[in-house]
């Protein structure tokens, strides 16, 4: 009886660790799906985030932003996904100086079909963005 139970238990072990894990999708299959918004920006610790809560991103296939738009103005701009150095690049060119903080190399810290976390080590430790899908 305990040989057996303990074959089980070895058994399912096996087959546990034996599956193929699956690998996060890339940002690029996950951000141009869709449309975008900022759910979180905190700066240096002070929450941030009513500064984009009219904004709308459009992410396109050939690295460009197709539209941020407030539903007043509209702007273009670009982005960059680096997946060997694990980060993604938005460049902005924009009066809008809350649209100028997101001008950075970003450090992907989570990311899923819904939702990309994205935190500045280089410039400010505390500068955070969030962008779900609508």
Known sequence: MKKSILLLFLISVLFTDCRKKTEAPSIFTIITNGKWKVDRFIN??????????????????????????????IYRAAWLENETNNTF?????????YLLNLN???????KTPQLIQLRDQKVNPRLEVNFVRL
């Open 44 to 73: 240096n610790g002070t929450d941030q985030t009513a500064l984009y809560k009219d904004w709308v991103f459009t992410f396109s296939p050939d690295n460009r932003i197709a539209s941020i738009t407030d539903g007043i103005s």
């Open 89 to 97: 690049s938005i460049l902005v060119n924009s009066p809008d100086p």
């Open 104 to 110: 950075l190399e970003w450090v992907i810290n989570y």
